[in-house]
């Protein structure tokens, strides 16, 4: 009896904190990158990751695209996962040599042998081998060592472009 008296005067065990977990989509992961792209442009880029500041605009671009709160902790894990995806790339790529990659797919090339035992020794690396990879050159700018280019360059002195980083003639519809 005293037994119960006892365990019915303990606070309830806590709730599970489902807000903890953000979900991310294919969709947010996209915002995402182009955001960290644009970051980068702007010279938040630093040793292995971003400014905070850089992950909490981030984190409001996606927020207010989707709607749903994303945090800057939520853009920075997004980031080290895409990071850890990053060097699974690198490394495949150095592993198959400079001739299997077709870079009009973004897709590292191997044969059926040799994406099995590549695979069977690296099985992080399995959605790499023969698949184009989704925002290649995107994820070189925020994961490795590229540098913005293009598309994606800026000078440091130029604001964002409001058509979402096209450059070209016709002026912007005014106020």
């Known amino acids: 009896m005293e037994g119960k008296t006892a365990a019915l005067a303990l606070p309830p065990p806590p709730a599970k904190r489902a807000d903890k977990n953000f979900k991310w989509t294919r969709a947010m992961t996209r915002v995402m990158v182009a955001g960290l792209v644009e970051q980068a442009t702007l010279g938040m880029k630093v040793d292995k990751g971003f400014k905070r500041r850089a992950y909490a605009a981030v984190a409001r671009q996606v927020t207010e695209r989707f709607g749903e709160e994303c945090l800057d902790n939520n853009v920075e894990n997004r980031f080290k996962t ?8 690198k490394k495949l790529r150095a592993a198959a040599g400079p001739h299997v990659f077709d870079a009009a797919t973004h897709t590292i090339l191997l044969s059926d ?3 099995a035992e590549y695979i ?3 099985p992080k690396a399995e959605p790499f081998v023969n698949q184009p990879i989704e ?13 913005p280019t293009g598309f994606y360059s800026r000078g440091s002195g130029e ?17």
């Open 120 to 122: 069977k020794a690296n």
């Open 82 to 89: 895409l990071k850890r995806n990053w060097a699974e790339i």
């Open 159 to 175: 604001p964002p472009a409001e058509d979402g980083g096209r450059r070209g003639g016709g002026g912007g519809g005014g106020s």
């Open 113 to 115: 042998a040799a994406a």
């Open 135 to 147: 925002m290649y050159e995107e994820l070189g700018i925020i994961c490795g060592d590229e540098k």
